[in-house]
């Protein structure tokens, strides 16, 4: 099954909420980006935000500027429908990280649980050859993986885990880390998944 048809798969069959990623209120995503200090006019692309709710808590603290990127459209379609009219104010892009051209820049590329399912060398290149492309100097890069001691595995697919050190390594000269921290995220089921924060700022 290639990676789209997965994702597709998951969303479809699975409501928001059931999925182990979910969050109620993404609180550790909000705090990443208010500290960025940007305007709450600045463009902000959350990648693979597909049915997350951090779209809905963007548009509560007043952000006006989002874009949402994910390889599911029925992920999208999900978020949309709960949006209602809220939605017509945020840009859908349906579309794979790997081969993901961006239109325009964004003051902040917003990744949680993406980048760990990029196992091969190759993809993790064309990720941050999108992401340098997306943001200008002085762009905030916000990436969550799954920490060394976090799972192995999620939905069924392979990750790597990263330390701060090493997602710096992935990310290259290009960018400085600004900030990183661990945190504990309680999957729907009551696992316990640990996770590295990190933000970093494009030269």
Same mark, same amino acid.
């Given at each position: ?5 997965? %994702? ?12 182990? %990623? ?65 939605? *017509? ?6 579309? *794979? ?11 902040? %590329?917003? *990744?949680?649980?993406? +980048? ?29 993986? +799954?920490?060394? *001691? ?24 290009? +960018? ?28």
């Amino acid at each position: 099954m290639d990676r789209k048809t997965h %994702w597709e798969n998951v969303y479809s069959t699975l409501k928001p909420h059931e999925v182990g %990623w979910y969050q109620a209120y993404p609180e550790m995503p909000l705090h990443l980006i208010a500290s960025t200090g940007v305007d709450k006019s600045a463009a902000i692309i959350d990648v693979g935000g597909g049915a997350s709710n951090l779209v809905d808590a963007l548009q509560e603290n007043g952000y006006s500027d989002v874009t949402v990127l994910d390889l599911s459209a029925a992920a999208l379609e999900v978020t949309k429908a709960r949006l209602g009219q809220a939605s *017509d104010r945020v840009k859908w892009l349906a579309a *794979d990280i790997t081969s993901f051209t961006p239109q325009q820049q964004y003051n902040v %590329w917003h *990744d949680r649980a993406v +980048f760990h399912f990029l196992t091969e060398a190759e993809d993790r290149l064309r990720y941050m050859e999108a992401a340098r492309a997306a943001l200008p100097p002085g762009g905030h890069l916000i990436m969550a993986t +799954f920490a060394l *001691d976090g799972p192995p595995q999620c939905s069924g697919l392979d990750v790597v885990r990263y330390t701060p050190e090493r997602l710096q390594q992935e990310v290259g000269d290009g +960018f400085t880390l600004a900030e990183s921290f661990g945190g504990l995220h309680i999957t729907p089921s009551q696992g316990k998944q640990s996770y590295t924060f990190c933000r970093f700022i494009r030269n």
